[in-house]
Nanobody, 122 residues
């Protein structure tokens, strides 16, 4: 029972910066991994970056060095700071997390946000 709400998308000029936010709410015991994925028109969804509860990060080669993923566990929020944006960064960006259920079997379930549009154009 996790709801993910993304924010921060919009229209940015090439070379600009953007910070995406994703806030998790609902009932859960723990969110283990949070991440960002993106999907451009006509293309497959691809991983952008992930971060564990312990702070271990992973980045796609296409954004490595230009992006920083972080999280605020107190706020149950994950962020994606993107700099030196390129037109090829244009996509719908989706927030994702794996969360353990509270009580019961404590299953680990996967959740997705509805996405936020990021457009890089002059």
């Amino acid at each position: 029972q996790v709801q993910l709400v993304e924010s921060g998308g919009g229209l940015v000029q090439p070379g600009g910066s953007l910070r995406l936010s994703c806030a998790a709410s609902g009932s859960f015991f723990r969110i283990n991994v949070m991440g960002w994925y993106r999907q451009a028109p006509g293309k497959q969804r691809e991983l952008v970056a992930t971060i564990t509860s312990g702070g271990t990060t992973n980045y796609a080669d296409s954004v490595k060095g230009r992006s920083t993923i972080s999280r605020d566990n107190a706020k149950n929020t994950v962020y994606l700071q993107m700099n030196s944006l390129k037109p090829e960064d244009t996509a719908v960006y989706y927030c994702n997390c794996n969360a353990e259920e509270r009580g019961g079997w404590g299953r680990i379930l996967n959740y997705w946000g509805q996405g936020t549009q990021v457009t890089i154009s002059s």
